[in-house]
């Protein structure tokens, strides 16, 4: 005999049911309602069993009878809708109380073993891609990013979706896991039938690649019950701080070089440029049969360097790169995150 389990979209067990005469019509268990910030309304619920995983499917501990629920690295009260101790790094960030739940915002939000929150991840999508794509396709990654948050993919088996080991997966299957993701993902961008859904593919790799910014999931650390505290030190930093990270800004410039990389690759397997830059892709089977006739194709000898350009480019050749290989040559002005990427890269965005 078995318990089923139904939940909201915050991972809230609300009804818990079995089918103990096996006659195919359920027998209630436990139905259970809850307060914006977890505390069960008694009034509305039915307790006839024993399960204590309940709000964000955290378990209720009832020890001293205080009813506080077990979020692994600490314990939250939804009485006051506060953790009960401080976030080891309260000390770096202003806009949020150092106990608070959620970002205050536990309707659409919920507390996962992820470090980064939702707004965090919409503001690095923002900053990464604000100048290349259109806001319609900003907000599919946006979408495809809460998505990879979802409750269903928080188990063990999903861990390398968040760039962290797991019971299932150790630190080192995690990555191979995650570099597979990533080029399985890319893989269905390349090949979707339309774009909104290329993105929306490829919008759930970049979530893993920046929770892969994350400090707290470095070295893909294994998710643990009691000693796991690291693993929520960056849960409530500002946006500011987490866009300041260098990590984050390696993590944009992976991503920015991946969606080059697909976009090259889905225009070869058959896809053409629109007039407002976006793709959008061929019906071949119309045109198999037909003969093309192509534009006429001009070909000239590349300019060569003048002295000065020769001189400029020894002169660089002599200045020693930092550790993400950029000189210096490429950066623009009033742009102080251009020293974080590399010359060839900085060479291809800014189209020198």
Not at 106 to 132: C, D, M, Q, Y
Not at 179 to 205: P, T, V
Not at 206 to 229: E, K, L
Not at 297 to 320: C, D, F
Request: hydrophobic share 30%.
């Amino acid at each position: 005999m078995y318990d089923y389990y139904l939940k909201d979209h915050l991972g809230n067990t609300r009804v818990v049911f079995t089918d103990e005469n096996t006659d195919g019509t359920p027998e209630i268990l436990q139905a259970d309602n809850y307060y914006p910030f977890g505390m069960i309304a008694t009034q509305y619920s039915f307790n006839g069993g024993s399960n204590q995983y309940l709000y964000n499917g955290k378990e209720l501990q009832g020890d001293f009878s205080l009813n506080w629920y077990d979020y692994s690295a600490r314990y939250y009260d939804p009485q006051l809708g506060r953790f009960t101790t401080m976030d080891p790094l309260s000390s770096s960030f202003y806009k949020w109380t150092p106990y608070n739940y959620c970002l205050d915002n536990p309707v659409k939000l919920f507390e996962s073993n992820g470090a980064w929150p939702t707004p965090i991840h919409h503001a690095i999508i923002g900053r990464t891609f604000g100048s290349t794509l259109s806001p319609a396709q900003i907000q599919i990654l946006k979408n495809a990013s809460d998505a990879s948050d979802a409750f269903k993919h928080q188990g063990s088996g999903d861990s390398y979706m968040h760039s962290m080991g797991s019971s299932k997966y150790t630190p080192a299957q995690a990555q191979v896991e995650y570099n597979n993701f990533i080029e399985r993902q890319k893989s269905l961008f390349i090949h979707a039938k339309d774009m909104d859904n290329a993105l929306y593919q490829l919008g759930m790799a970049f979530h893993a690649i920046m929770d892969n910014s994350c400090p707290p999931h470095s070295g893909f650390q294994v998710w643990r019950t009691r000693d796991a505290i690291s693993h929520h030190k960056a849960e409530n930093m500002s946006v500011d701080q987490a866009l300041s990270l260098t990590s984050v800004m390696d993590a944009e410039a992976l991503m920015q070089s991946i969606l080059s990389e697909v976009m090259e690759a889905r225009k070869a397997a058959g896809e053409n440029m629109t007039s407002d830059g976006l793709l959008s892709s061929n019906d071949n089977s119309q045109t198999s049969n037909k003969s093309v006739q192509l534009d006429e194709v001009v070909v000239t000898a590349k300019k060569p360097e003048s002295l000065e350009q020769r001189i400029e480019n020894m002169l660089w050749q002599s200045v020693t790169p930092n550790a993400y290989g950029n000189t210096g040559r490429y950066n623009q002005s009033g742009r102080t995150t251009d020293q974080y990427y590399s010359d060839d890269f900085l060479k291809w965005y800014y189209d020198k």
